[in-house]
């Protein structure tokens, strides 16, 4: 496997449903990010970690839950969700946080909740 | 706080002619300024930035952008469109190299045979 690998690349889950997004990226890289893509809306952040410290939290309600157990994955735990969290979540790297660092996009899970 | 605002949500072009993919931003510094391109099924992929330096900016697959700061313009173009350039087309920015991105709503972009 090479770059940033995503599962599942879909999902459907009902509201009341645990389930979790799994991210590996093969890049040696110190940061790695969550975004949620919804349709004709701006990318947004939801949660940054540097060497597997969260360091950013975009006031994502608390029914979205990160975990970063070492620098090459992350994870994006889901419990009762709303039928509005239905969208796609892309996990991206980069050699370290900021914006002098381009960043190595997964090709998401498309997340549907019912 | 910087925002960004991407001019029309869908492009539609003939393969051949000029693609032209328009991006305002606003920021309180001088901004680094991004462009990255999402194909169906995949995630997205640079295509160029501007962080300091020359203001047009040369990207891969033959796209190329200008920072205009009299404008707060960083507009992407294309002289010849391709079948292969049909995607979605994210323009972003942030306020300095430690800064997080923020991104724009994005355009689509078909291209005609």
């Known amino acids: 496997e090479t770059g940033v690998t995503q599962t599942p690349r879909h999902l459907v889950m009902g509201m009341t449903n645990k389930k979790s997004l799994k991210c590996e990226q093969h890049?040696?890289?110190?940061?790695m990010y969550w975004y949620k893509q919804s349709a004709k809306k701006p990318l947004e952040l939801m949660f940054v970690?540097?060497?597997?410290?969260?360091?950013e939290n975009n006031s994502v309600p608390s029914r979205f839950s990160p975990e970063c157990p070492n620098s090459s994955h992350l994870f994006l735990h889901l419990h009762t969700l709303q039928p509005e969290d239905s969208a796609l979540y892309l996990c991206?790297?980069?050699?370290?946080?900021?914006?002098?660092?381009?960043?190595?996009f997964g090709p998401g899970t498309r997340l549907t909740v019912t | 706080a910087q925002s960004v605002t991407q001019l029309g949500s869908h492009v539609s072009v003939s393969e051949g002619a000029l693609v032209l993919l328009r991006c305002n931003y606003s920021s309180s510094v001088p901004p680094y300024l991004f462009w990255y391109v999402q194909y169906p099924n995949q995630g997205l992929q640079l295509l160029l930035k501007y962080t300091t330096g020359a203001t047009l900016v040369k990207g891969i697959n033959g796209f190329e952008a200008e920072f205009k700061k009299s404008e707060t313009s960083f507009h992407l173009t294309k002289p010849s469109a391709h079948m292969s350039d049909a995607a979605e087309y994210f323009c972003a920015v942030s306020d300095s190299g430690w800064v997080e991105l923020s991104f724009g709503a994005g355009t689509t972009v078909t291209v005609r045979a």
């Open positions: 970690y540097s060497l597997e410290e969260r360091v």
């Open positions: 890049l040696g890289h110190n940061a």
């Open positions: 991206a790297s980069s050699q370290d946080r900021g914006s002098n660092y381009e960043q190595y």
